[in-house]
């Protein structure tokens, strides 16, 4: 049986997949889940989201679901992931409830759980919360019913501390930043003018029904024209829940997560606040930034894809900057998730404190092609393990040396294998990548 939590917690299409009666049990079983774990006090959980219609309903939903478990409930309303994730440590809240599908079209969404401190769930809690969804028990009545109450100052507290944690103004500084009409809106636009930037802001009208709809960042073209036309130095793209940020410089071209990673590498490193001289990140990071960091010196951690892996691997090695080439990038000492607004200001401050165009910044790095092919085939384990798929990716690794790459991973949600393959041409990765996937898609 599949997990119900997946790498980014519980999504699907809601009101199908993701339904109230769902919603409910998670949060009731999370709640009881914790419980169990001190009953000592009575147990406080945050709850915020997206500004997606279904989000309305399964707030509804969640909060019932812990208040009927016991536990009170503090709303936050909607705000990026980034904010409830902080606010649970900020308020020192048991239990923080995301509803949010991030980066998904708007018939979807999500929940993500924070433990206190705002950290994301271990998978064996994650395990036992799915055990325990249908599980019989005797509830809580009359004082013992949790309460619910509105936050509406958490929005001010979580720009408080974007700017705290903001070293350098932004004075003179002109900024475009595509909200995706998303929970961004509700702060980004704000907290870079309160850094004391230009703000141009494209897309902050949610209405509920147009998150991520062509735009943000998975959808870069609008940003990349309103940066040129309105001559800005650099533009800001977040996704559905900001936890996202990518970027684009002052001609319109983009920088992704690998490049932003390496600006904020080599700046914590001159600083003296790169932990280990060690930046972590996942095995789809681009051959580029390796020889990047190599070159200055950085050294490179490598986990599995998803951003609760790369935490993992910042928490144990206690290190201070690592991310993912989608633009999840994490601070662990300002923040305990992917924070896209707080990407977005580190950036935008190192562009103002070395006077230099981000296009410039950006070419540390430079992006080798990179081509990703899917493979539909009937088992995944199979087709990654046969032998003779082995001997096939060794002998490209020895054609490629030093200067390319290979990767064949499954999908972890269909019968995908992924063939990744880089190299310095594009005709070379592309020769490479399909001569694996049709060895792929022949395993039977």
């Not at 040129?228 to 410089?249: I, Q, T």
Request: hydrophobic fraction near 45%; aromatic fraction near 2%; charge should be negative.
């Amino acid at each position: 049986m599949s997990r119900l939590f997946g790498t980014d917690g519980v999504r699907g299409l809601a009101n199908a997949d993701l339904t109230p009666e769902l919603a409910l049990s998670v949060a009731s079983a999370a709640a009881r889940v914790l419980y169990e774990r001190d009953d000592s006090r009575r147990r406080v959980a945050l709850v915020g989201r997206d500004p997606r219609a279904s989000g309305e309903m399964l707030e509804a939903a969640v909060t019932a679901g812990l208040t009927s478990a016991g536990a009170d409930v503090l709303r936050v309303g909607v705000l990026p992931t980034p904010a409830v994730a902080h606010l649970v440590s900020a308020t020192g809240a048991d239990l923080g409830v995301m509803i949010s599908a991030s980066h998904n079209p708007m018939p979807d969404n999500g929940i993500k759980l924070f433990a206190a401190g705002g950290h994301k769930l271990p998978d064996a809690v994650e395990d036992e919360i799915a055990d325990r969804l249908d599980e019989r028990v005797d509830r809580p009545t009359g004082s013992a019913v949790g309460r619910a109450r509105d936050v509406p100052e958490a929005g001010n507290r979580y720009v408080d501390h974007l700017l705290e944690a903001t070293p350098q103004p932004l004075d003179g500084l002109r900024v475009v930043v595509d909200c995706a009409n998303g929970a961004a809106a509700a702060v980004a636009p704000s907290a870079y003018r309160l850094a004391g930037a230009e703000v141009i802001a494209l897309n902050a009208e949610p209405d509920g029904l147009n998150i991520n709809e062509g735009v943000g960042s998975t959808h870069l073209d609008g940003l990349r024209a309103a940066v040129v036309e309105h001559g800005a130095d650099l533009g800001v793209a977040h996704d559905g829940d900001a936890d996202r940020c990518l970027a684009v410089d002052a001609t319109g071209s983009v920088v992704d997560g690998d490049q932003i990673m390496a600006i904020l590498a080599v700046a914590m490193k001159e600083a003296g606040e790169l932990a280990d001289d060690t930046l972590v990140t996942t095995v789809m990071s681009n051959l580029g930034l390796h020889l990047a960091m190599r070159e200055h010196g950085v050294k490179l951690r490598t986990t599995a894809v998803g951003d609760r892996y790369v935490l993992a691997e910042l928490r144990e090695g206690g290190f201070s900057l690592g991310g993912e080439q989608s633009g999840h990038v994490v601070l662990p000492d300002h923040a305990t998730t992917g924070d896209g607004l707080l990407t977005a200001l580190r950036l935008m401050g190192r562009v103002v404190e070395t006077g230099r165009p981000l296009a410039e910044l950006a070419a540390t790095m430079t992006r080798l092609p990179q081509v990703l092919v899917n493979v539909r085939v009937a088992d995944k384990a199979t087709a990654c393990g046969a032998p003779e798929v082995a001997k096939a990716v060794a002998e490209a690794e020895a054609e490629l040396g030093d200067e390319g790459r290979v990767l064949l991973r499954p999908s972890g949600t269909e019968q995908l294998v992924r063939v990744m393959v880089e190299a310095r041409s594009e005709g070379t990765a592309q020769r490479v990548a399909g001569r694996l996937a049709e060895l792929v898609a022949a395993i039977r």
